[in-house]
């Protein structure tokens, strides 16, 4: 797992890497980056086939997306982890989006390199 700083997010995007955030569709739909996916940690583990590398996990501080990058690293995804999450993002200046809580995740929306 690698340490993602948010100056270096835009290099993971053109890389095709998957923004997964992992926090609930509440909080998703508050504030999140713009071109990333919810997928609520607790249920990772149902979608694990379904997701490719490179990935970079996004929560709130940065815990549940430690959580989440070391589940994806051990099935083999070369992932990262976005540091300070979306609090640390947002205190840098970097915009967030705004929207209603997102439908169920389906992979084949996520952004394709």
Not at 48 to 69: D, F, H, W, Y
């Amino acid at each position: 797992m690698q340490d993602v700083f948010p100056n270096e997010l835009s290099l993971w995007q053109k890389r095709g890497a998957l923004l997964l955030d992992v926090r609930s569709p509440v909080e998703y739909a508050a504030g999140h980056i713009p071109g990333s996916r919810n997928l609520p940690l607790e249920q990772l583990l149902e979608h694990l086939s379904e997701l490719k590398s490179p990935i970079v996990t996004i929560c709130a501080t940065g815990s549940r997306a430690g959580l989440a990058a070391e589940v994806l690293e051990y099935e083999g995804l070369e992932v990262g982890k976005l540091v300070g999450g979306i609090q640390g993002y947002a205190a840098q200046g970097y915009r967030l989006e705004r929207s209603h809580p997102e439908p169920p995740f389906h992979p084949q929306e996520a952004p394709c390199s």
